[in-house]
């Protein structure tokens, strides 16, 4: 998995690529939103647009980032899902649980 | 068509078994979307293997055996571990189980596949069979 880190305004934005699985992505993933809680981020936007597959290791560390950030009183949003992303959270109801966007344009209004 | 492989218990042997499986899928016309939701499944499979039944001791094996009999898919994965009961595995989309880390990779090998069974091996293990009619179509609502 590669990331590439953006802050606009007050929101950080977290662009993903590759695969979020066991033994790699998962991983990598709950450092980069512990990192950001850390330096102080309130607002933080994964960007998945780049994703192309996600396991279910991938998942849990989302909503566990999810559930850490507003533990801290801070927000994680979602953006740019692909189709099967967006299935997934759909059968798992996680769509429920999550801000999702279409855009980031979109999503970063959304923190306002 | 079968392949049968003896992977190391490391999570980047799941990549060696989804190669294969890509390649039997791929030589019997199943389409990216078809191929994407099967190798979910059998990527949970492994993952359970590794992680729980031989609890990521590289030096234990897991058995993947691979089959198309026309356009039945059959996948089996073999560990050495405990067991365990899947009668007890919790509905992830449950309420009191939605914020939960973990507790997803059965759901998805039910949603995924056809049928999924777990059997306690007789000189100890775990099997999981898993089988699907190879025909592009939605995943389960």
Redesign the interface.
Known sequence: MKQQIQDVGDVRIISLSGKITIGAGDVMLRELINDSLEAGHTKILLDLGGISAIDSSGIGEMVASYTSAKNRGAQLKLVNLSKKINDILQVTQLITVFDVFDNQDEAVQGFQ | MWVTLSLES???S?EIAERALVDLLVGNGVGD?EQ?WI??AL??AI?NAI?HGHREQAEESVRVDLRVNADQLSITVLDHGDGFDPSVIPD??DAEN?????G??I??MR?FMDDVAFRREPGGGTMVSMSRRLTARP??E
């Open positions: 490391r999570f980047e799941i979307d994407y190798l979910t990527r949970e993952a992680r992830p989309r939605i914020l939960k880390p973990c997803r990779g759901f998805y949603r995943i389960k």
